[in-house]
């Protein structure tokens, strides 16, 4: 690229607790690069930013607002759930995507957004052989369902693993005070359509120091009624209460989500989603335990005031590492956390071709979960701890977190079509 | 009492982020006045533990260990669901309790929970006149649903008023940066029963440097479909998204809970419970608006990890003011939280007869609760904020806090006759 062409960034598909730390990363180490590099300019609400022309030009944004973004949830650009089709398929987007890319002299992607986004990243990084226009596309991984391959975790999920670890352990402190004369079973609902990391994560409540029923209900593993029933009245009958974790995604034998087991309202319509009233509710059918279940939902993805250390971290580094990336010239990579053997926890970024990621989930390996299906291995402990480790704390004021807003002045537009998106 | 007397401390009720740490206030303050009170005896779950005589001599604990229930969410002793009845009506239990307080040689009863424990402490303050047992009783507020009258505000208060603000404003940035092409409403249903307090703190989300849209339900404003439907709208014109609070306690105008508004699963049994999907439900029919809704059941009550550092302070108050009252010679009292009238938020505490309190419950009134029943006043907010204030941080280790388990060693017991609760 040349040495004055703009950065376009985009945050693209669920937000995350940490996703505006890899902003920070991208901005900041682009404005430490200043003669390399031109203005970043931030896609409002993701690729339909680039699309309509709505580009953020966050070189307005002060020192500290940036600064700001790394302790800040949510992604303070927008994001947008949008696919690009093929080139085949929709040529129109990606002839809009060059015109807006040359009006505004943009010459690097970053594209911070998890396995669809990656697909994305990876038709803009291949523009130059396709269509002929020089670009470098550098995808910034962020998911907190951890399904990415080639990376050894995801920015986001360390901090959401954190928030469910520390809440289910609350919870089950709670549940272990009333369960002699009321509440005997707790279900917290989880995130984690496909993959189970999230709910692995309900597995660190228990250690050494604190012995702590659980049971995990994992996408991975088809949900087996009369073993769960048993396993949960097993652990009622020794410890007097029990936790139980719950991925959104799991599923029967036959494959159709427990979410959708057939509630309907009064008036016939569709169930109101959630597995975790399904299960509580199957419990008390069962065993007649009195219980009382949760729901994370956007509390879990979005709880920056609990949010780990070594996430925040990893999440600023693959920002920085993009920048670092482009400015060596290369092309359709993701950058990637790699974890360095040794017994102290360390880690480094990394890359990988973005046509081995694109698409590609990563479940929980086989050797993570227990023997029985509803716990975690000591190796599943060993991989998750210290992606959880550390405290970040935002600043408080009056009692409340002062997150960061952007001013978020919009680059007048230079096209004279609009475009739909 | 005699200056040997030994005290009886018990945990009743939901329990809190913060009631351990009135227990380590009632235990530390003991401790300090060694001469003219004897050892701190705690309930085991509750006043469950007087009748069964399962006490745990809180002297076996360390001083250590006493000073983490400060920093510990849940009932460290257990806690139960049990209200004594009148005298006339179960002589039994009152003979019972009276049999164990004097082979333990206890004269002082601290009893810490919310209305229904005031009446039951009420009962034993009367234990002196009704059946000439010399006991003095003093209760030690504690409700998450701050609905305890002749108090300022309810230990167990602030932390749960400071989890949902904190969360829901953090939901809120989530919401807002998905609402171009994805979720535009977010709904938290949070606990309240009769009483809207908790709700009112998704009031907090909103101030000066946050313009937040956000909508409660409040239990004491009856549920007006077209109206809500309306507000729900207004807000998502005009911010792109809104967040809605709502109380588990929300009746329509024939004062039918709304999360009984009819949810029956395949089978036709009850619905499952949660009032957010029967909300979130109703918007997808009338708006069409994507949703998402969490619930933030135990999770909010136990979450000690973002509780208020006033509440914190406050609840180690009123434990260490019973027992001050105990020695004062005072009987049948609840210590309060009294708002000292400042421009600067200031709290002292205090008492009140224990025979104005039991069985009454402080609804929020209608100054503190917006024109059009949505919303929250000035005057509110300016109730609440301080109430909230504060972070007090529990230790970490290895990314997960680290929460106080008592050893629990019970006294030997001295009646050969059990007791069936």
Request: hydrophobic share 40%; aromatic share 10%; net charge positive.
């Amino acid at each position: 690229m040349s040495k004055s062409s703009n950065a376009f960034y985009a945050q693209s598909g669920g937000v995350t607790a940490v996703i505006n730390a890899s902003a920070c990363g991208v901005i900041e180490t682009a404005r430490a690069n200043k003669g390399k590099i031109g203005k970043v300019y931030a896609g409002k609400n993701g690729i339909i930013g680039a699309l309509r022309e709505e580009l953020i030009d966050t070189s307005k944004e002060s020192v500290k607002t940036i600064a700001g973004l790394k302790y800040t949830p949510s992604g303070a650009f927008g994001s947008c759930r949008y696919k690009l089709k093929s080139l085949q398929e929709n040529r129109a987007e990606y002839e809009r995507l060059i015109q807006v890319f040359k009006a505004h002299n943009i010459g690097y992607f970053f594209y911070n957004g998890g396995g669809d986004s990656a697909d994305t990243c990876l038709k803009v990084s291949q523009l130059s052989k396709t269509v002929g226009y020089p670009i470098q596309a550098i995808h910034v991984p962020k998911t907190v369902d951890n399904d990415l391959p080639y990376t050894d975790c995801c920015p986001g999920f360390g901090s959401v693993a954190k928030y469910i670890a520390v809440s289910a352990r609350e919870a089950s402190y709670d549940v272990a005070s009333m369960c002699e004369t009321s509440t005997k079973v707790f279900v917290l609902e989880v995130m984690g359509r496909h993959a189970g990391w999230i709910a692995a994560a309900g597995g660190l409540i228990a250690d050494a120091a604190n012995d702590i029923p659980v049971v995990i209900l994992f996408p991975e593993v088809a949900f087996k009624k009369k073993e769960f029933i048993n396993e949960v009245k097993r652990k009622v009958k020794r410890y007097g209460y029990v936790t139980i974790v719950v991925s959104e995604g799991v599923r029967d034998y036959r494959g159709r989500f427990l979410a959708d087991a057939g509630t309907t309202d009064a008036f016939g319509h569709a169930q109101l989603g959630g597995v975790a009233p399904v299960v509580a509710n199957m419990i008390r059918e069962a065993t007649g335990y009195k219980y009382h279940w949760g729901v994370a939902d956007y509390m879990q993805r979005a709880a920056r005031h609990i949010a780990s250390k070594t996430d925040v971290d990893q999440a600023y580094a693959v920002g920085k590492t993009a920048v670092e990336y482009a400015l060596q010239g290369k092309n359709s990579v993701m950058v990637t956390i790699n974890r360095k053997a040794a017994s102290k926890y360390s880690w480094t970024t990394g890359e990988i071709a973005l046509s081995k990621v694109a698409n590609k989930e990563k479940m929980m390996p086989k050797s993570f979960i227990s023997k029985n299906g509803f716990g975690i291995t000591k190796k599943c402990r060993e991989y998750l701890l210290p992606l959880i480790g550390g405290e970040d704390y935002p600043p408080f004021k009056d009692g409340m977190p002062v997150y960061t807003r952007i001013k978020g002045v919009m680059i007048p537009k230079k096209l004279s079509e609009s475009f739909r998106v």
